[in-house]
């Protein structure tokens, strides 16, 4: 159950609600589709799981879609992310091949009726090929970090991205050479889902226990989807290399996502690596695990997220708003949300993630101010409302194509 949009209130302010209002009038009745490939797991399902119904609030009838796609499209479509990502990868023409069959099987699937179209990251960057027939805007969304590609694989969605009335990226330096308007718009968390509420002492301690985490060290957590470029091995020779000094546990949980075939591998070799030390606890979590890693999250004393390459970074802004100190590489959207030695620590490499994470747990005074600075500046810039307000500007803007607006 999603609460209702005045549920908001205390958080954000009267005034963010009202304007919310106010810019939905001149959008009202207006259809709106989401496309992506995935209904759980992942950055943007779980931005959608929340937009879509507080759009529907607003007036604006929106649905949700999801791709379908056999083992080998997600398999290509993962090495294309990667290789979107700058990993060297070799994508074979059998594998562009399976990645528009697929395509044009899901445009004979799912029934394309909105005014304005958002087809969100590569997966389903195809899909435009229905624009022709279908006269919506067409906004091509994309989460990822595409500023160092492989320029194979961008040539490829390129040509489909050309298409698009208009492209959205997270962060400035995400954004391409494009012939199409091209929007910034940081993604967002929920300050109201099971993921990010208040939650009592109790909870905690009983999904910790549950989870059979002890609580008798400060706890080191990186919560992130079984992925290589989340470097959840280097993760663990960070916390070696802290725990020579400081006595600490840490905690790497986290599940897959139906479009990620690689999760069950890297998985394993975590495993492997974690092997025989009692201080290190892997959780792999069911879909839907959300108050268990809210409680993961505020049970701990400090936050990892020590990816090599990121989009956005959803679990720093999770973290960062439970007013957790968080150590996260400088990649992706990350910078935005960590203001270094201000709102959290940036690392780029093993050493100085470990020094960060030593400081957070000597000295939890500095500690505490970067966790409550991390949480106003969540406030102010990544929560829904604020995206939300993005998307009824944008749609606004693409109905007065180079005029003023007048609002
Ligand atoms: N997440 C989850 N279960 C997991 C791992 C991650 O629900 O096992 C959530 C996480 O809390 C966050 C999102 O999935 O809300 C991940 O978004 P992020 O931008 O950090 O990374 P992505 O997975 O999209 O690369």
């Given amino acids: 159950m999603i609460p209702p949009l005045n549920s908001y209130e205390p958080i954000v302010g009267g005034q963010v609600l009202d304007e919310l209002r106010f810019l939905s009038e001149h959008l009202r009745g207006r259809r709106l589709q989401h496309i992506n490939s995935t209904s759980a797991g992942g950055g943007v399902a779980e931005i959608l799981n929340r937009m879509v119904p507080l759009l529907n609030e607003l007036g604006l009838e929106t649905r949700w879609d999801v791709i379908k796609g056999g083992e080998a499209f997600f398999q290509v479509t993962k090495k294309l992310h990667n290789a ?3 990993q060297p990868v070799d994508l074979t023409p059998q594998n562009y091949r399976v990645f528009l069959e697929t395509n044009a099987q899901n445009l004979k699937n799912i029934p394309l009726d909105g005014d304005a179209i958002f087809i969100h990251d590569p997966q389903p960057a195809a899909l435009i090929q229905a624009k022709p027939r279908h006269g919506a805007k067409w906004i091509w969304r994309c989460h990822i970090d595409v500023s160092n590609p492989r320029w194979g694989a961008w040539r490829f969605i390129q040509k489909f991205v050309e298409q698009y009335d208009a492209a959205i990226f997270s962060a400035p330096q995400f954004s391409q050479h494009l012939p199409v308007r091209q929007f910034l718009i940081s993604p967002s968390i929920d300050p109201l889902s099971d993921k990010n509420r208040e939650l009592s002492e109790e909870t905690i301690a009983s999904v910790l226990h549950r989870l059979d985490i002890p609580r008798d060290k400060p ?33 790497l949980a986290g599940g897959g996502a139906s479009d990620d075939p690689e999760g069950a591998q890297v998985l394993a070799e975590v495993r492997t690596k974690a092997h025989g030390n009692p201080d290190i606890h892997v959780l792999e979590l069911p879909p839907g695990s959300d108050v268990e890693i809210n409680a993961l999250q505020r ?9 090599i390459r990121e989009g956005f970074g959803l679990t720093v802004s999770e973290a960062l708003w439970k007013a957790k100190p968080v150590v996260a590489s400088a990649v992706g959207g990350i910078p935005l949300q960590i203001v270094h030695q201000q709102t959290g620590l940036l ?20 500690a505490k101010r970067l966790g409550e600075n991390g949480r106003e500046h969540i406030r102010q810039n990544f929560l829904l409302m604020r995206h939300l307000k993005d998307y009824l500007l944008l749609l606004i803007a693409l109905d007065h194509e180079g005029d003023v607006i007048h609002i």
């Fill in 84 to 86: 979107l990502h700058g």
């Fill in 219 to 251: 706890l080191v957590t990186q919560i992130s989807r079984f992925d290589a470029l989340k470097d959840p091995l280097g993760v663990i020779e960070v916390f070696q290399s802290v725990r020579k000094t400081v006595d600490c546990r840490l905690v």
């Fill in 347 to 366: 690392c780029r490499n093993v050493a100085s993630a470990a020094l960060a994470i030593k400081q957070c747990l000597c000295d939890p005074a500095y």
């Fill in 299 to 307: 049970a701990s004393t400090v936050i990892v997220q020590k990816s």
